[in-house]
């Protein structure tokens, strides 16, 4: 039976029991037991899981000598030997508000909660568990949940794993027939083996996806527990789901990195840009509003084609006739010039010199080509002096003094776009120029920093990663089409995008939605338990998953069309995949 059909069986009981933890609450922590660790950093005590699950083990002790059938977190503590009474009870508090901190509702139990309260069913709660019931009460306080009878086994001195004594007492309570009660849970033994066992209907809540692994370090713990689509119950196959999942924990994970490596560099300013650096600075942004971080930074409209176009003179035009020419080989002669932001011949024209629209730039000879770029020239010049002098504008507005150092921010890869950055403003500017990167494929000079290199990954690695580009660089994108021009208008600049496929906006907003909602949801916990995971735990699982080529088999990702514009064309439709 799915969840689905379980709701419409719930009008069939008088009362509806769900068991809370890994049912109808989960916890941002893969590893339950990671709340022990983060005591542990919180009171610098490093073996303070150990001691921990020592105690718990004296007190289960305790519990048998003095005939009791549970434990309870004072219990616990109170076998804590090598603390005074005032520690402990510190020790104790910061413990019941982590518990606290790290709970959430699971979306797809709490509709079966919320149903069965609609249908005026009686509803409880039944829980073995050391917490006590005031815990419980917060926790559904916190999330304006209605108060409901709570059959804790520390606050009853029963339990269902044992013998299920507390179903009888919930039974005696509601003076109702065993089989009018139905109990949903995750646990076999104790939520549907005993529950059967006292004459109750029982329901299986199982998750296969759960990872519940033990032993994994404090920040993996976190980042798996927090990746969970169930926090925002985001479809499973959605681009929000996507990018909650894998593009929040890796922008955030590079984020963290580019902070730090940056404030090294004494930067006067980071320049994030176009459209790589969109995500990266939404996610600057919300960290800085949390954490008081002042570098001045901004969305930096210039890319590596507005960059490019910058440098071009009438003395270097010839030399960059390769470029304009690269990747065009299922271009028309017309998309040549649009995707450079130069207003092409009429087609009239063209189709008199040869080059039909309906006719790909890879079937006519170089010659051809390089003739019409060359009879253009005066056109496409006029277009390189605009962005030139709309990028002097753009950094002249900066006020930025002579040898500042500015960072700008890429996923990578060969750092191409820094370099045609630098040799557009060298006449112009003298700046430090460094730039950050997710991942870069070639050896870098002093000036250019790659997190993945800083992470010492294999070459083998990092040939995997460039193998995959595309679903890096669909992560790392905007809301908008690329940047091919930053011209001076009038009030300002004007930035062009190339706007031949009109495609970004779409795909790319479910995405920004589920990383936004990643980086809310970090910037929360990670406040709240005074602990910041490491850069590994939160880029290392996607990294993974895209160098196994996993995301190819992604839905959402395989209805993505023609997403690199510098090679997109009306003549070919291409998938991600096809980028490869």
Request: glycine share 4%.
């Amino acid at each position: 039976m799915n969840l689905k059909e379980l709701e419409l069986k719930l009008n069939d009981y008088k009362i509806i029991s769900f068991d809370f933890f890994d049912t109808l609450f989960l916890r941002k922590v893969e590893d339950p037991e990671s709340v022990f660790d983060l005591v542990g950093m919180k009171f610098g005590i490093d073996n303070f899981k150990v001691l921990r699950k020592e105690a718990q083990k004296l007190a289960f002790a305790e519990m048998i000598t003095n005939d009791k059938k549970e434990i309870t977190l004072d219990n616990i503590y109170d076998n804590f030997k090598s603390l005074n009474s005032t520690k402990i009870n510190e020790i104790k508090s910061y413990e019941f508000k982590a518990e606290l901190d790290v709970i959430y509702p699971n979306p797809e139990i709490i509709f079966l909660f919320e149903t069965a309260l609609k249908l005026n069913k009686i509803v409880v709660i039944t829980s073995d568990m050391y917490l006590p019931v005031t815990y419980f009460e917060l926790c559904l306080e916190k999330y304006n949940l209605p108060k409901t009878p709570l059959f804790i086994s520390s606050d009853r001195n029963s339990t269902k794993r044992d013998n299920g004594e507390i179903f009888e007492k919930l039974i005696n309570e509601f003076t109702v027939a065993p089989e009018d009660i139905l109990h949903i849970g995750d646990n076999y033994l104790a939520d549907v083996e005993k529950a059967e066992e006292k004459g109750l209907n029982a329901y299986y809540y199982e998750f296969s996806e759960m990872g519940m692994s033990k032993n994994i370090s404090i920040s993996d713990s976190v980042v798996s527990g927090l990746t969970d689509y169930r926090i925002h119950n985001f479809p499973v196959d959605s681009g929000e789901n996507f990018a909650y999942s894998h593009g929040g924990p890796t922008v955030t994970g590079f984020n963290q990195w580019l902070l730090k490596a940056s404030s090294k560099d004494n930067i006067d300013v980071l320049l994030y840009l176009a459209r790589d650096g969109y995500m990266i600075k939404k996610c600057t942004d919300m960290a800085s509003t949390k954490n008081n971080i002042t570098l001045p930074s901004l969305y930096f409209k210039g890319s590596r084609t507005s960059f490019i176009l910058s440098s071009i003179t009438s003395c270097n035009f010839n030399e960059y006739i390769p470029y304009f020419v690269s990747g065009a080989y299922e271009l028309s002669a017309h998309e040549l010039f649009e995707r450079i932001g130069v207003v092409p011949p009429s087609q009239k024209v063209l189709d008199s010199l040869g080059f039909y629209e309906d006719i790909a730039l890879k079937n006519i000879n170089y010659d051809s080509i390089y003739n019409l770029l060359s009879s253009m020239k005066k056109d496409i010049l006029k277009v390189c002096r605009e962005n030139r002098r709309g990028l002097h504008l753009l950094l002249s507005e900066l006020n930025l003094p002579e040898n500042a150092n500015i960072g700008i921010v890429d996923v990578g890869w060969k750092g191409s776009t820094q370099e045609a950055f630098e040799a557009a403003i060298a006449p112009y500017f003298k700046f430090n120029i460094y730039g950050y990167y997710f991942c870069l494929t070639e050896r870098h000079g002093d000036n250019k920093r790659s997190m993945i290199s800083d992470m010492n990954f294999s070459d083998e690695k990092i040939d995997a990663i460039y193998k995959n580009r595309i679903v890096f660089e669909l992560l790392f994108s905007a809301p908008h089409e690329t940047i091919i021009g930053h011209i001076p208008c009038e009030g300002g600049v004007s930035f062009i995008e190339d706007d031949r496929q009109s495609t970004a906006r779409t795909f790319f907003t479910p995405f920004e939605r589920g990383m936004v909602a990643f980086f809310d949801e970090y910037e929360k916990l990670v406040k709240c338990l005074d602990f910041t995971p490491e850069v590994a735990a939160l880029i290392t699982p996607f990294v993974e998953f895209a160098i196994s080529g996993e995301w190819k088999k992604n839905q959402y990702i395989s209805h993505i069309q023609n997403f690199d514009a510098w090679s997109a064309t009306k003549n070919m439709t291409f998938t991600p995949s096809q980028y490869i």
